[in-house]
T-cell receptor, first 110, second 115 residues
Framework: DAGVTQSPTHLIKTRGQQVTLRCSPKSGHDTVSWYQQALGQGPQFIFQYYEEEERQRGNFPDRFSGHQFPNYSSELNVNALLLGDSALYLC?????????FGPGTRLTVL | GNSVTQMEGPVTLSEEAFLTINCTYTATGYPSLFWYVQYPGEGLQLLLKATKADDKGSNKGFEATYRKETTSFHLEKGSVQVSDSAVYFCALGPISNFGNEKLTFGTGTRLTIIP
């Protein structure tokens, strides 16, 4: 059984650009959450998708948007990138109380 | 709002030493509590969890007990190994399947075990 997968592994962008990150949940999981983990910090909740709708959102600006597809996979889009957006972006899929995390996408904004 | 306060690191111990990493939380109601571990270059892995007061979560020799009276969930291990070197995160989770959905994490504690 494949776990949560994310692509790409690493990404380098420049300020002002846009980026799309992708996530495939574990088999049988229908809820996907995205987290931002800045260097040396704990993950911060961005938003969660269920049944193709954003169900809950953390304290992130509208530059951060997402989408969930009918097969439960998800995308995170970030527009107008800032240097401060450099972080590890983690996707998690959920069953019951337990969330399973993917390995993350390391985004560097220059 | 919900918050997690975690023992600051880094923590360096010798192999076979006893480990305690403190974690306290603030939340409305009785959330689920988790410890996650992050090995270098990897994402988060669930280490153990407890979903109600007085529950003890355990895995790979690690233990943590959900203490409602002290709002704590301290992580312990009796004899650490070099392979336990990683960053450990305490987290607070959903109170119910249809309630507060997100995980709230502490800032993490970096643990290094010396042979």
């Amino acid at each position: 059984d494949a776990g949560v997968t994310q692509s790409p592994t690493h990404l380098i962008k420049t300020r002002g650009q846009q980026v799309t990150l992708r996530c495939s949940p574990k088999s049988g999981h229908d809820t996907v959450s995205w987290y931002q983990q800045a260097l040396g910090q704990g993950p911060q909740f961005i938003f969660q998708y269920y049944e193709e709708e954003e169900r809950q959102r953390g304290n992130f600006p509208d530059r951060f948007s997402g989408h969930q597809f009918p097969n439960y996979s998800s995308e995170l889009n970030v527009n107008a990138l800032l240097l401060g957006d450099s972080a590890l972006y983690l996707c998690a899929s959920r069953r019951g109380y337990e969330q399973f995390f993917g390995p993350g996408t390391r985004l560097t904004v220059l | 709002g919900n918050s997690v306060t975690q023992m600051e690191g880094p923590v360096t111990l010798s192999e076979e030493a006893f480990l305690t990493i403190n974690c306290t939380y603030t939340a409305t109601g009785y959330p689920s509590l988790f410890w996650y571990v992050q090995y270098p270059g990897e994402g988060l892995q669930l280490l153990l969890k407890a979903t109600k007061a007085d529950d003890k979560g355990s895995n790979k020799g690690f233990e943590a007990t959900y203490r409602k009276e002290t709002t704590s969930f301290h992580l312990e291990k009796g004899s650490v190994q070099v392979s336990d070197s990683a960053v450990y995160f305490c987290a607070l989770g959903p109170i119910s399947n249809f309630g507060n959905e997100k995980l709230t994490f502490g800032t993490g504690t970096r643990l290094t075990i010396i042979p």
